[in-house]
């Protein structure tokens, strides 16, 4: 029997009729609408006011009447072929060219009703929003660091008879003394304003934030003088034990924090700007769980995505960026960011109904070039840990593999149940790239998970990735002899390579691989030299 026949024999005919005038008004008067964000990459007019970048001061390096009237039509083409109704803008001089772009579009047939515009005097760019929806307040969330920095817009439209807040933003660059804690200042800000709304406000952070979606793991030296914390991640929330939070735990367990909506993507795909040829997120859409929770205005499940037409990219798939060469702009490209954007609806939220996630072991990440969908393995222990990257083994006869930059939180010697969703090989070196969630558990002797020189055979695949332990040897040219058998050896400082002869005691090596195995030593605790330039006996 059909669902529709069971139904109908439940429901009598006028309660599914009654049913049906109360429920088709409510589906014809759902609003789904578009929310994009795109740093249009200095938009700037003709009038000099003094604040202007060297590139953009009129006058100067081709920048004409003519150079804005090209660098707005373009900008509008990209804005107009979104089709979102609201567009957060970044790298906007002022009001004055904001009022001209809100023209030119209207001329093309977009019209957007509604601007606002940030304000501060001292700073070269701005942050804007267009909206085709009435903007009831708008306000600016001052950051005060230096007359340079960016003010954050909070403006708020109305859907329907539905309040909306949107938070723009673009952040500190990490040039000219960007480090993180310049970030952290906006994030802060952020947040300071965030906890003072209502418990179930519905808003969206949106913009530049110059940060990389996971940069708790990509934060460089140089940069980090927060002990690690980073803007988006530690104080924003979007990220929680050394992993980003899921859209499960916003949505249904009701977690505390952002979901940022690049983890709608698979990790390839996470990129709407190229830096010297390396691609990075760092344009970014955050919601909060009142967007997933059945009330007023919900996110559309995975209606994420990044705005890729051919015309925004160059024939040798560089991002089609503003030309200025030579010292000259030359009236051609669209910017260095692409635009991304998503969907939101008076309608529930549709949660998924089955999490794609597949149980596996450390064995079938040897076989497949990508990941189609996230994969989970239980019980992994921790048999060696190094700064964020890390050895893991399931069983004392399994095989290893090797967690590049996605250990942070892990503990060696600590086991847990790993979500992953990145592998890749590096110069023949089978590791994991992303670890999107770890839940520890119960912990096990790890004794046996280490490998002795009896073990070592450079012809044994299983090998690769293992840890050895406790291997005495003489040391030649980069090479260690131990027992009749013979290893490369790859010591990361260089400064600690002993002397021809010198006999070694390796209290761990990772096998890694380098075009041929090698025994990757990690740190100067890792061995000792027990004797130089003698013979091994």
Not at 54 to 70: A, I, L, S
């Amino acid at each position: 029997m059909g669902s529709q026949s069971l139904f109908s024999h439940r429901i009598t005919g006028p309660i599914v009729h009654l049913l049906l005038l109360l429920l088709v008004p409510m589906l014809l008067n759902a609003i789904e609408f578009r929310v994009a964000s795109y740093n249009v990459e200095n938009l700037f007019d003709d009038v000099r006011n003094g604040t202007e970048y060297d590139d953009y001061v009129p006058g100067r390096h081709n920048w004409t009447p003519r150079m804005v009237e090209k660098k707005l039509d373009h900008t509008a083409e990209v804005v107009c072929d979104l089709d979102a109704e609201i567009v957060a803008l970044q790298e906007v001089e002022n009001e004055r060219i904001l009022l001209r772009l809100q023209k030119r579009l209207k001329r093309v047939g977009c019209d957007y009703r509604y601007a606002a515009v940030t304000h501060k005097s001292t700073s070269a760019i701005q942050v804007a929003l267009l909206s085709k929806y009435p903007i009831i307040e708008k306000r600016e969330l001052r950051v005060n660091y230096s007359p340079y920095d960016r003010n954050i817009l909070e403006v708020k439209v109305k859907i329907g008879e539905n309040p909306l807040l949107l938070f723009v933003s673009h952040w500190k660059s990490k040039s000219r003394s960007g480090t993180e804690s310049r970030r952290v200042i906006y994030a802060k800000v952020l947040k300071k304003r965030l906890e003072s709304l209502p418990k179930e406000s519905e808003y969206i952070i949106l913009g530049d934030f110059n940060s990389h979606y996971d940069e708790f793991r990509q934060l460089q030296r140089r940069l980090n003088d927060t002990g690690g914390k980073t803007g988006i991640n530690t104080v924003l929330c979007t990220s929680r034990s050394g992993c980003m939070l899921d859209k499960q735990s916003i949505c249904c367990r009701g977690e505390q924090g952002l979901y940022n909506l690049w983890m709608e993507l698979p990790p390839a795909q996470r990129w709407s700007h190229k830096f010297y040829g390396r691609k990075g997120a760092i344009d970014h859409i955050l919601l909060p769980h009142s967007l997933f929770d059945g009330k007023k205005i919900d996110y559309v499940n995975h209606s994420f995505s990044v705005f890729k037409p051919a015309y925004l990219f160059t024939r040798k798939g560089w991002i089609n960026s503003w030309v200025y060469e030579s010292g000259k702009h030359k009236g051609r490209g669209y910017s260095d960011h692409l635009p991304i954007y998503a969907s939101f609806s008076t309608e529930p939220f549709v949660t998924d109904r089955k999490a794609e996630i597949s149980i596996g072991k450390i064995e079938d990440l040897y076989g497949v070039e990508k990941l189609s969908h996230p994969l989970l393995l239980p019980g992994c222990s921790v048999i060696l840990k190094r700064k964020d990257n890390a050895v893991i083994k399931q069983t004392p006869d399994g095989k290893a593999i090797y967690l590049y930059g996605s250990a942070r939180g892990l503990e060696e010697g600590g086991r847990y149940d790993l979500t992953i969703s990145e592998v890749g090989s590096y110069k023949g070196l089978r590791e994991i790239l992303r670890v999107d969630k770890s839940v520890r558990v119960p912990s096990v002797p790890i004794d046996t998970y280490y490998l002795d020189m009896t073990k070592f055979d450079p012809n044994n695949p299983i090998l690769q990735n293992q840890v050895f332990v406790g291997i005495k040897g003489i040391y030649r040219n980069g090479w260690l002899e131990s027992e009749g058998k013979k290893i490369r050896i790859y010591f990361k400082n260089k400064r600690w390579r002993p002397s021809d002869g010198s006999l070694l005691l390796l209290h761990y090596g990772h096998l890694g691989y380098y075009r041929s195995p090698q025994l990757v030593i990690y740190e100067r605790d890792d061995f000792a030299i027990l004797s130089s330039g003698q013979k091994f006996k």
